[in-house]
């Protein structure tokens, strides 16, 4: 029979296995509900017999008179809920005494002590469903009796160590579609390859397919750093899973022994006997280096064995739940819990968008005093993840590798032809250099893609690109030599635009802030250096007026406000420049925000000199209202008005030219409207934001009647097409890099974390 404590599992780990088992026992189909201020069910059904409600107590460390105030506290709950049904399920142990108790305080919704489940009815009902327990490996992971077994039985080398690590790890594990693709890929094959970045989990997911082997009867061997080990362990006619974490080394290929045929000829031999399995973990950089220098792992297909773990595939719960599980079990005190889940904290870190694994083992095992320190801290790592990469780039990377990744970082976000990298960082390198460069940093550091036929460098993830950023404002010295090398004004642009970046009210790198004021001459020659290199490159092509815009008037117009804060005495010379290059025809391509970053610069001056700048205000501000063609235009425009009115009636008067540019751009979002219809309930959505925005900006007795226009246009066209009606999503969805959290799962994960509270 089963004999678990429940002691590692986590409150909401405990719910989902008494859900499972009892899904089990009575073909129930049960849902999950918050906890807490929401009444405290947490389980409910539909079933033959009526409404069943399932309240679930995980007690463990509480004294018997703990889980009798709350059994209390259930009973006005269920006079409200009427239950046909209810059962009350707690971890604790129970005797028949107190049984007997709780089912009289329970009294009349408890009508039977069948329905209270204590510890060894849990048990006893893990004992008749196996599959559960199965499912549930983290159960029997997590148990201190399997884990002493586990070392007892002399299966592991680090049998002294496993036991400390895997209960302190497995606590924390959340299962993940990255668990069910490699235990496929490995029951197929044999062999699987567990790649991905730093953090992402690969080692953790190591141990728990080969634990979950040990649990079918597999004798789990760990290779440890050298793969003699395997081959002496190696056992023919018993089953085997062999553990070779981090096989190429942990940060450098020079850490590892080569020994590389000999490693591909395990993988082949284990691939041919059904009764042994390999699993194997590296850094994507590191298989990619390999590659490069040995023949045996260059010819090997590792793509049909690799199973890559990103941080894009978890899902906001299982977010919330890694989150969750390092909180519970924790050593934070309850008041610095308490308040955390209270201020819903909790959800920065899950939509933040270098959520990782390790950043939360990270931060949250050192000590904090308060909420608000653990929340500044975590998050402040999450936007800073420099003890994420740090290492790997130090040690993992060559010279050319690390300058290709800084370098990158004067680039948009979209990244930058391999062309344009390779001409400003290979200098005295070898082309073939560059190259294995490159494949060192593919699937880590960086994504290699086609795009038009031409080869886009781009950085992996958003973490790399914020790890860069910190790692420039640590060495601003770098930062000096990008913008020295730099070929296009759009370098200079984003590391500046960098550089006066805001985080709440302080400048986010304010190392590289100081830095470009303390250059400012030197930056300021090097931009009039490459607007007359244009210059001279536009006059000789094709299109000269297009790329006059892309490569120097846009870059140019982002460049006035970062120059105007740290680089005061060049502004006026940059600012003249762009007023001659935007009374050229080049200005013909210009948008609405370019405008917006114009006139605002023009602002600027103008506070400082208002007779210097007079001049050009009439004529931006009207160029801009020429070419309004959103609602968003629209309050772009009004927002900027409302701030500057007075300083421009001083030189002429904005108000007629601004409530004409407004209808304008509000017209054109109804024809936009017009030729992209979506339903009926979206097209009748898109007219009354129309119609608020001309509320906001004072122009809706001019747009009344073309509003009411649009939507008997709309009524017309979907009565006449017979267009179905949809109702609006009743889903809403909430955003965060990678994937949408809804109505749903908000509900989940806000009653998951109030039982902290």
């Known amino acids: 029979m089963a004999d678990y404590d429940f002691r590692t599992l986590s409150p909401n780990d405990f719910e989902i296995l008494i859900r499972d088992l009892l899904a089990a026992e009575y073909h129930w189909r049960l849902e999950a509900f918050g906890r807490g201020r929401d009444g405290g069910i947490d389980l409910r059904a539909k079933a033959p017999e009526g409404k069943v409600v399932v309240q679930c107590k995980h007690y463990l460390g509480s004294s018997f008179k703990d889980l009798r105030a709350s059994a209390r506290r259930e009973v006005p709950k269920m006079n409200k809920e009427k239950p046909d049904r209810y059962l009350f399920v707690t971890s604790q142990n129970l005797s028949r005494t107190q049984k007997d108790t709780l089912a009289e305080d329970l009294d009349p919704w408890l009508s039977d002590t069948a329905d209270l489940l204590s510890q060894a009815d849990i048990n006893d009902l893990i004992t008749r469903h196996p599959r559960v327990e199965q499912q549930h490996f983290k159960l029997w992971l997590a148990s201190t009796t399997i884990l002493e077994r586990i070392v ?174 390092h909180i519970y079990f924790s050593t934070l005190s309850r008041e610095v819990i308490r308040e955390y889940v209270e201020n819903s904290s909790y959800w920065s870190v899950v939509n933040h968008k270098n959520f990782s694994p390790r950043i939360l083992e990270l931060v949250i095992k050192r000590a904090h005093p308060s909420a608000d320190e653990f929340a500044r801290a975590l998050n402040h790592t999450l936007d800073h993840p420099l003890d994420l990469w740090r290492i790997v780039f130090n040690n993992g990377l060559s010279d050319l590798a690390q300058w290709i990744t800084l370098t990158l970082a004067s680039f948009p976000v979209r990244g930058a032809s391999s062309s344009d990298l390779k001409a400003l960082v290979q200098k005295g390198a070898k082309p073939t250099e560059y190259t294995s460069a490159l494949r060192v940093l593919e699937g880590t550091f960086v994504r290699v893609e086609k795009s038009n036929g031409v080869t886009v460098i781009a950085y992996a993830n958003p973490s790399v690109r914020d790890f860069t950023l910190a790692f420039l404002d640590e060495e601003p010295d770098y930062l000096m030599a990008i913008i020295g090398d730099a070929r296009h004004l759009t370098q200079v642009s984003t590391l500046l635009g960098y550089a006066v970046s805001g985080d709440g009210g302080k400048l986010r790198f304010q190392h590289c ?241 109030r039982e902290l509270s």
């Open 152 to 325: 007892q039985s002399g299966i592991w080398e680090r049998s002294e160590a496993l036991l400390e690590d895997i209960r302190d790890r497995v606590k924390l594990y959340v299962p993940t579609g990255s668990f069910n693709s490699a235990h496929e890929l490995l029951d197929e094959k044999h062999v699987v390859v567990l790649t991905g970045s730093p953090g992402v989990g690969k080692s953790m997911l190591a141990e728990m397919l080969a634990l979950r082997y040990w649990h079918e009867g597999w004798q789990i061997v760990s290779v440890g750093t050298d793969v003699d080990n395997a081959w002496s362990a190696y056992k023919s006619g018993r089953k085997q899973v062999f553990l070779y974490d981090d096989f190429l080394g942990q940060t450098d290929i020079s850490e590892r022994r080569a020994k590389d045929s000999w490693i591909i000829r395990l993988m082949d031999r284990v691939a041919r006997n059904p009764d042994k399995r390999l699993v194997m973990t590296t850094r994507s950089q590191i298989l990619q280096q390999t590659r490069l220098i040995s023949e045996p792992i260059a010819q090997a297909d590792f793509r049909v064995l690799e199973c890559v773990i990103n941080i894009a595939d978890y899902g906001p719960v299982q977010r919330a739940r890694m989150l969750y599980n």
């Open 513 to 753: 802030a100081d830095t470009v004021t303390l250059h400012s001459i030197s930056i300021a020659r090097k931009m009039m250096e490459l607007i007359s290199e244009e210059r001279e490159v536009s006059r000789s092509g094709p299109h000269e007026s297009p790329r006059v815009y892309t490569r120097t008037i846009k870059p140019l117009l982002n460049l006035l406000e970062p120059t105007h804060r740290l680089m005061e005495k060049s502004f006026d010379e940059l600012l003249a420049v762009a007023i001659k290059l935007l009374k050229s025809e080049a200005s013909e391509y210009m948008e609405p925000d370019d405008w917006r970053l114009f006139n605002t610069a023009l602002m600027m001056r103008y506070a400082e000199d208002p007779d210097h700048a007079q001049e050009e205000l009439k004529w931006a501000f009207e160029s801009w209202g020429e070419l309004l063609y959103s609602r968003d235009d629209v309050i772009a425009f009004e927002e900027f008005y409302e701030s500057y009115a007075l300083a421009l009636r001083r030189n002429f008067d904005p108000a007629e030219k601004f409530h004409q540019s407004a209808c304008s751009g509000l017209r054109q979002e109804l024809d936009d409207m017009s030729s992209n219809r979506q339903d009926r309930d979206s097209d009748h959505q898109w007219i009354d934001e129309v119609e608020g925005v001309a509320i906001r900006v004072g122009v809706f007795d001019d747009m009344r009647s073309e509003i009411e226009s649009a939507r008997d246009s709309v009524e017309q066209y979907y009565a006449e097409g017979e267009y179905p009606y949809r109702q609006s999503d009743p889903e809403a969805r909430y955003g965060f890099p990678g994937t949408a959290t809804s109505a749903s799962e908000r509900i989940t994960i806000d009653g998951m974390f």
